[in-house]
């Protein structure tokens, strides 16, 4: 599949007050599917230097997410091509319960060291399988992974000791950094559950044609929001250069340019896996 969606993200898409990303009000952005062992496509953000599949980080200037345009509005067109994407690819992948070749090193000690944010770790500290996942709540394949892999990987390897599994934010667009900001305003064990309902009901909120603020705060409010600190939280300077802080960290120190991207005990994977294919890595592993 080569494939090229092109899309166009603009400042006046919707009314609600997402974060944004600085250079970017017009920016015409190319999504480029990278096929991951003949699976779903990744999409990347493309800027002056195109990203290869060898780890190569976006451009600090780029990624970071500022609290400018909070208040002005921004959204993210080109989920519509991606949600149809994923439904067009995954029952056409082929390779998917291959285990998908490393893109790239890691040193696993310095990626277990925790950032500004408090870390969000299931399973045990001495597990020998160490995971940490990097992901966007708008990213179509992250929401893949969460509904059809990630429970059994859980069921099989986590709860069993034999894997420790870390979820770390990336976000790519200015919903995802919303919603993130959100899940970390609850309660640190409503983080999961809240992640989860974001995943499941990913279209409902993150499409481009509907009312962004309105579905966010609507689901905020069965976390036990209010419209008051549902605004509050997205105004916590503090927390958003703390997700800027996590997001830089992965694309400058760990070549992290692609979601999801899995750091598995050195070795770096990007893009979604099967039950089949994440359980192979594992158990090579064990």
Same mark, same amino acid.
């Given at each position: 599949?080569?494939?090229?969606?092109?899309?166009? +993200? #603009?400042?006046?898409?919707?009314?609600?007050?997402?974060?944004?990303?600085?250079?970017?009000? %017009?920016?015409?952005?190319?999504?480029?599917?990278?096929?991951?062992?003949?699976?779903?496509?990744?999409?990347?953000?493309?800027?002056? &230097?195109?990203?290869?599949?060898?780890?190569? %980080?976006?451009?600090? %200037?780029?990624?970071?997410?500022?609290?400018?345009?909070?208040?002005?509005?921004?959204?993210?067109?080109?989920?519509?091509?991606?949600?149809?994407?994923?439904?067009?690819?995954?029952?056409?992948? #082929?390779? *998917?319960?291959?285990?998908?070749?490393?893109?790239?090193?890691?040193?696993?000690?310095?990626?277990?060291?925790?950032?500004?944010?408090?870390?969000?770790?299931?399973?045990?500290?001495?597990?020998?399988?160490?995971?940490? *996942?990097?992901?966007?709540?708008?990213?179509?394949?992250?929401?893949?992974?969460?509904?059809?892999?990630?429970?059994?990987?859980?069921? &099989?390897?986590?709860?069993?000791?034999?894997?420790?599994?870390?979820?770390? *934010?990336?976000?790519?667009?200015? +919903?995802?950094?919303?919603?993130?900001?959100?899940?970390?305003?609850?309660?640190?064990?409503?983080?999961?559950?809240?992640?989860?309902?974001?995943?499941?009901?990913?279209?409902?909120?993150?499409?481009?044609?509907?009312?962004? +603020?309105?579905?966010?705060?609507?689901?905020?409010?069965?976390?036990?929001?209010?419209?008051?600190?549902?605004?509050?939280?997205?105004?916590?300077? &503090?927390?958003?250069?703390?997700?800027?802080?996590?997001? *830089?960290?992965?694309?400058?120190?760990?070549?992290?340019?692609? #979601?999801?991207?899995?750091?598995?005990?050195?070795?770096?994977?990007?893009?979604?896996? %099967?039950?089949?294919?994440?359980?192979?890595?594992?158990?090579?592993?064990?």
């Amino acid at each position: 599949m080569n494939t090229e969606f092109e899309y166009i +993200r #603009t400042d006046s898409d919707d009314n609600f007050s997402f974060l944004s990303l600085p250079g970017h009000n %017009s920016l015409k952005k190319v999504g480029q599917p990278c096929l991951v062992s003949g699976k779903l496509p990744l999409y990347r953000m493309k800027h002056s &230097k195109p990203l290869s599949t060898t780890g190569d %980080s976006m451009p600090m %200037s780029d990624m970071l997410l500022t609290k400018r345009h909070l208040l002005g509005g921004s959204a993210v067109a080109a989920l519509s091509v991606a949600f149809s994407a994923v439904a067009g690819t995954a029952s056409a992948a #082929t390779a *998917e319960d291959e285990v998908p070749p490393s893109d790239g090193n890691v040193d696993m000690n310095e990626v277990l060291k925790p950032g500004p944010l408090p870390e969000i770790a299931l399973g045990k500290e001495d597990a020998p399988v160490k995971i940490v *996942e990097y992901m966007s709540l708008t990213c179509p394949h992250c929401a893949h992974f969460a509904v059809t892999t990630f429970d059994t990987i859980k069921q &099989k390897y986590v709860d069993t000791g034999k894997v420790r599994f870390i979820i770390r *934010e990336f976000p790519f667009d200015p +919903r995802a950094a919303a919603a993130f900001m959100l899940a970390r305003c609850a309660p640190q064990e409503q983080y999961m559950p809240m992640v989860e309902m974001l995943f499941k009901q990913q279209i409902a909120w993150a499409s481009p044609d509907v009312d962004g +603020r309105a579905a966010l705060l609507q689901m905020s409010k069965l976390a036990g929001f209010t419209e008051d600190s549902f605004t509050k939280c997205l105004t916590n300077q &503090k927390l958003l250069d703390d997700v800027n802080s996590v997001r *830089e960290r992965a694309a400058k120190d760990f070549g992290v340019n692609a #979601t999801p991207t899995f750091l598995i005990n050195g070795k770096r994977y990007a893009g979604d896996m %099967s039950v089949a294919a994440m359980s192979k890595l594992i158990d090579s592993l064990l």
